[in-house]
């Protein structure tokens, strides 16, 4: 079986991972953030 490894986890890696799970490979995903979501975490909203 091949295998994928991504650094990252935003929402491209994350749907990178999946598609090539579903297509077989053997996917690995590093990050050093403890939650997943890459640059979509850090949005916020005003009084939220």
Same mark, same amino acid.
């Given at each position: 079986?091949?295998?994928?490894?991504?650094?990252?986890?935003?929402?491209?890696?994350?749907?990178?991972?999946?598609? !090539?799970?579903? $297509? #077989?490979?053997?996917?690995?995903?590093?990050? +050093?953030? !403890?939650?997943? $979501? #890459?640059?979509?975490?850090?949005?916020?909203? +005003?009084?939220?």
């Amino acid at each position: 079986m091949k295998k994928i490894i991504t650094v990252g986890d935003g929402m491209s890696r994350l749907s990178t991972g999946i598609y !090539t799970l579903q $297509s #077989g490979f053997d996917v690995t995903i590093y990050e +050093k953030h !403890t939650i997943p $979501s #890459g640059v979509s975490k850090s949005w916020t909203k +005003k009084g939220a």
